[in-house]
């Protein structure tokens, strides 16, 4: 019987899993693959519906009962976002994080998402938010259905030719605040699956980048990610600040400056 494997279409996860996905892995067993945005793999998580899972580090310390969380395949980003955008006014002023009104209503895709928990710690409040499909923030943010939007780095490209601005990178504000990369998914396997076979599924999703460090041994494959007995574990502390937020112990951090 096949295991379950469901991941986003993103460009990352695509290549991560490409070989396992595809049969390419002999000592693999066979997957049944399912493709979602990661919210949805957040909501199936809570269900415990698949195998192997994408989920977002937001939602991670409360999957963490029926799920173990893996050591390779986990997504970072440095200063790429999530982006926090809006409209100009009628004088072409831009709103920053501290004047945004408590009211204003902000298009995000998840309640579980890395962009919804990133957004609260940097407003330092937990704002009114309205949940919407990726692909319809931008508009609703244009058309003033909703005050702003956060968006991921897959759908904040033309932002800009809808008129809106970028209000805060809420990436580079939690690289400021923490020096640490910005941890958005982790890959999750249930925890019916034996620890033995958890590692291998591990070695699964870590198989393709290692394949790609042998092709590019000068250079690292992750730039910025610290090489094998470098300093630091780049996941180190972020359950931590998750798990502090749903405690309401977690401390108001410093506001970003545009």
Same mark, same amino acid.
């Given at each position: 019987?096949?295991?379950?494997? =469901?991941?986003?279409?993103?460009?990352?996860?695509?290549?991560?899993?490409?070989?396992? !996905?595809?049969?390419?892995?002999?000592?693999?067993?066979?997957? =049944?693959?399912?493709?979602?945005?990661? %919210?949805?793999?957040?909501? +199936?998580?809570?269900?415990?519906?698949?195998?192997?899972?994408?989920? !977002?580090?937001? =939602?991670?310390?409360?999957?963490?009962?029926?799920?173990?969380?893996?050591?390779?395949?986990? !997504?970072?980003?440095?200063?790429?976002?999530?982006?926090?955008?809006?409209?100009?006014?009628?004088?072409?002023?831009?709103?920053?994080? %501290?004047?945004?009104?408590?009211?204003?209503?902000?298009?995000?895709?998840?309640?579980?998402?890395?962009?919804?928990?990133?957004?609260?710690?940097?407003?330092?409040?937990?704002?009114?938010?309205?949940?919407?499909?990726?692909?319809?923030?931008?508009? +609703?943010?244009?058309?003033?259905?909703?005050?702003?939007?956060?968006?991921?780095?897959?759908?904040?490209?033309?932002? %800009?030719?809808?008129?809106?601005?970028?209000?805060? @990178?809420?990436?580079?504000?939690?690289?400021?605040?923490?020096?640490?990369?910005?941890?958005?998914?982790?890959?999750?396997?249930?925890?019916?699956?034996?620890? @033995?076979?958890?590692?291998?599924?591990?070695?699964? !999703?870590?198989e393709p980048g290692l394949r790609a460090?042998?092709?590019?041994?000068?250079?690292?494959?992750?730039?910025?990610?610290?090489?094998?007995?470098?300093?630091?574990?780049?996941?180190?502390?972020?359950?931590?600040?998750?798990?502090r937020l749903y405690r309401g112990r977690?401390?108001?951090?410093?506001?970003?400056?545009?």
């Amino acid at each position: 019987m096949a295991l379950s494997l =469901a991941y986003p279409p993103y460009p990352n996860d695509t290549y991560v899993f490409s070989a396992w !996905s595809n049969g390419l892995l002999n000592a693999a067993p066979r997957v =049944a693959v399912s493709l979602d945005h990661v %919210e949805a793999l957040n909501v +199936a998580a809570f269900a415990s519906r698949y195998t192997v899972t994408k989920a !977002s580090y937001g =939602a991670m310390p409360l999957l963490l009962g029926d799920y173990r969380m893996l050591r390779a395949g986990s !997504s970072f980003g440095l200063e790429t976002g999530p982006l926090l955008v809006g409209r100009p006014d009628a004088n072409g002023t831009m709103p920053t994080l %501290e004047s945004l009104p408590r009211e204003a209503r902000i298009a995000i895709r998840g309640p579980m998402t890395t962009c919804h928990l990133l957004l609260q710690l940097a407003l330092g409040r937990s704002p009114i938010v309205e949940i919407m499909r990726p692909d319809r923030i931008i508009g +609703a943010v244009a058309r003033g259905e909703v005050a702003a939007g956060v968006l991921m780095a897959e759908t904040c490209y033309p932002y %800009e030719e809808a008129g809106l601005r970028c209000i805060s @990178d809420l990436g580079q504000w939690w690289r400021q605040e923490t020096g640490r990369p910005t941890p958005v998914t982790g890959v999750l396997v249930r925890r019916d699956v034996p620890l @033995d076979s958890a590692r291998d599924r591990c070695n699964h !999703s870590r198989e393709p980048g290692l394949r790609a460090r042998a092709r590019t041994r000068d250079r690292p494959v992750h730039p910025g990610r610290p090489e094998r007995g470098g300093r630091g574990n780049p996941t180190q502390g972020h359950l931590d600040v998750r798990q502090r937020l749903y405690r309401g112990r977690g401390r108001r951090r410093r506001r970003c400056r545009r």
